[in-house]
């Protein structure tokens, strides 16, 4: 089964940084675009930031000039780098992809499991 591993949460003061990790592993696949979601509670999941396969990014207003999402084709892994963290960045984080298995038309849209990300004040 195709899967996505997270890492990279973990708790940071108000100002800090902290970098998100997601492999995309299960077998061969073409990999398209991948992404990072939050969700914190009592609101509903949105997008953080999103990388195509050809290297175009989008970024929630909310985050623009302080993460940055890069991809390691290579290795099928994205990276969210996320800088000058605020208490409202507290959230669960959730990484999403879309891949094909080789050998096959269905495009998979797969989910993370999610990595807290918790920033104090």
């Known amino acids: 089964q195709v899967q996505l591993v997270e890492s990279g949460g973990g708790l940071v003061q108000s100002g800090g940084s902290l970098r998100l990790t997601c492999a995309l592993s299960?077998?061969?696949?073409?990999?398209?675009?991948m992404g990072w979601y939050r969700q914190a509670p009592g609101t509903e999941r949105e997008l953080v930031a999103r990388?195509?396969?050809?290297?175009?990014?989008n970024f929630a207003d909310f985050v623009k000039g302080r993460f940055t999402i890069s991809r390691d084709n290579g290795k099928n892994t994205v990276y969210l780098q996320m800088n000058s963290l605020k208490p409202e960045d507290t959230a669960v984080y959730y990484c999403?992809?879309?891949?094909?298995?080789?050998?096959?038309?269905?495009?998979?849209?797969?989910w993370g499991q999610g990595t807290l990300v918790t920033v104090s004040s």
């Open positions: 999403n992809a879309r891949a094909v298995p080789i050998m096959s038309d269905n495009i998979l849209e797969v």
């Open positions: 299960g077998g061969p696949f073409s990999l398209f675009d």
């Open positions: 990388i195509t396969s050809g290297g175009n990014t």
